[in-house]
């Protein structure tokens, strides 16, 4: 992760340059990395796409999602009108080979150091795209290839899709993007994890009780029911997202920084998680689909009313986990993972609760009626922080003991504007040759193999996922995964 030097030109090439990702997420984000000089002049950005769409009508598209997706604190007209400069579309259609003969004549006119080809198609292009891209000669050693999500629908697809893209590019040629591994937090994780000593002793069975992480949205599917009545919340968020969080939280320290130290210690992890039975998938597993509720004040219609998804579909929107991790460092600690559509906010967290004093001494804080134990908080979204939560005598006489919390909130700190998405940061080390924060293809099979499963269990289960209310954090019984343990879910700050 250590910052190899930016190449003096690169090409982005988007495979799927019109559509939805390139133009909220994508585009935005390279706005953001020129806004903050952080591209060389010489670094140009081609859009893709079978849409027939003129130039001019491109970037009246990418014009009017920028103007939707930047925070208007981003915003800056002057800014935007250069950084399109960068801008360019090329209409193809990716399965035809004589297409790419435009394309080849673009790269090749002003060859730069670096291209990056960035598939945001659907997977089944892949192997055509990387194919087209080698018989046209444009795979060379400074060519890269960004997979984005979802890579396979279990484990045979998803090395079907490796052994396809394989033929012609080389693992140290293919990035894997998750963009959670962009976030700052989870880079910031890494820095309090191994840049002090004072955790280190503390971060395992014996100190830690359980750890939970979450990644709560409020939205619900919006127009994407063909692609996620297909995936549910088990592809979309936890056999990617959730796991490379769990991974970052519980890996050993890394010899170094390169990006091989670090996968290296998180597929151990992955490695390690303790496999789950047909009778551990009922026993561990919670899935949920949402129904009609109450979602920002107004009134929302449950997933089966949604455009498009086929009556009785039992596609999950919510997941809880009760996930654990076989070795010396982490035996027999709960790592509760849950995610869900229409929830009642957005957010993100990872929360490590330290065990409980073993002789309390102090009375317990009235309020509370128990003495929960200190607990560390990594909240990634929507504000970023950690926050360590410890107790701390009330004022007065009396010896009752209140929790106090020690905060580094990141935008106070570092008194810059920070952006949240992740891509900047990861489009940043695609360009530079820095696959650390990208997911190798040996991480992306064993968290397919893990969750394999809890696929196919639930798939044979007639039951169908629980249902709960918008609005709402989800089915009782994820609270049940939790209170059984003996364990409260963590609320609030
Ligand atoms: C994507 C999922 O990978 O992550 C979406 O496909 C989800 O369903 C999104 O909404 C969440 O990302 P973020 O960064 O908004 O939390």
Redesign the pocket.
């Known amino acids: 992760m250590s910052q190899l030097p930016f190449p003096e030109s690169f090409k982005l090439v988007f495979f799927g340059g019109a559509g939805d990702l390139v133009t909220r997420k994508l585009l935005p984000a390279m706005y953001q990395c020129h806004k903050n000089g952080l591209l060389v002049e010489a670094g140009h950005i081609l859009c893709v796409d079978r849409q027939d769409l003129s130039e001019d009508a491109f970037l009246e598209l990418a014009d009017e999602k920028a103007r939707h997706f930047i925070p208007a604190a981003d915003w800056d007209e002057a800014v935007w009108a250069e950084f399109r400069k960068r801008l360019a579309y090329l209409r193809i259609d990716a399965t035809q080979p004589e297409q790419y003969a435009p394309l080849k004549e673009r790269l090749k006119k002003a060859p730069a150091a670096v291209t990056v080809f960035y598939l945001s198609t659907a997977p089944f292009l892949f192997a055509t795209i990387c194919a087209h891209l080698t018989r046209q000669g444009l795979n060379g050693p400074n060519s890269r290839v960004v997979l984005e ?1 979802p890579l396979g629908h279990d484990l045979a697809s998803s090395n079907a899709i490796t052994a396809d893209v394989d033929r012609y590019f080389h693992e140290n040629q293919v990035y894997r993007i998750d ?2 591994l962009g ?1 700052e937090s989870v880079q910031n994780l890494m820095a309090l994890r191994f840049g002090n000593a004072l955790f280190e002793p503390l971060w395992r069975r014996m100190w830690i009780r359980d750890v939970q992480i979450t ?1 709560a ?1 409020d ?1 619900g599917i919006g127009t ?1 029911a063909g692609f ?1 009545d297909k995936a549910g919340a088990l592809r ?2 936890v056999q ?2 959730l796991l490379q969080l769990l991974c970052f939280v519980a890996m050993e320290p890394p010899a170094s920084l390169d990006s091989n130290a670090i996968r290296n210690e998180k597929l151990k992890v992955l490695e390690s998680l303790v496999p789950f039975s047909e009778a551990d998938v009922h026993e561990k597993t919670v899935r949920g689909q949402y129904r009609a509720g109450v979602s920002g004040g107004k009134p929302v219609p449950g997933y089966l009313e949604e455009n498009d998804i086929p009556p009785g579909s039992h596609t999950e929107t919510f997941v809880a986990i009760k996930a654990e991790i076989a070795n010396w460092r982490w035996a027999g600690v709960p790592f509760y993972l849950f995610t869900g ?1 229409r929830l009642p906010e ?1 957010l ?1 967290e990872i929360v490590i609760h330290f065990h409980d004093v073993p002789h309390p001494i102090f009375p317990l804080p009235s309020k509370s009626g128990s003495c929960a134990p200190a607990k560390l908080v990594i909240r990634l ?1 929507p504000d970023e922080f950690i926050r360590l939560y410890l107790y701390a005598k009330q004022p007065g006489d009396s010896m009752e003991l209140q929790p106090v919390s020690l905060d580094l909130n990141f935008a106070e700190q570092f008194k810059v504007r920070r952006t ?3 891509y900047e940061r990861l489009l940043l080390d695609a360009i530079r040759g820095n696959q650390a924060l990208f997911v190798r293809q040996d991480e992306q099979e064993q968290a397919w193999r893990w969750v394999e499963p809890i696929l196919n269990t639930w798939a044979a289960d007639p039951k169908g996922p629980e249902p709960y209310a918008a609005g709402t954090w989800g089915p009782a019984a994820s609270l049940h995964l939790l209170e059984r343990d003996g364990i409260g879910w963590h609320e609030g700050n």
Do not use: C, P, S, T
């Open positions: 999500k963009h959670y976030k990644i949205e939205v994407r996620y979309d968020m990617n997202h559509k957005r993100a979204q949240e998405g992740g």
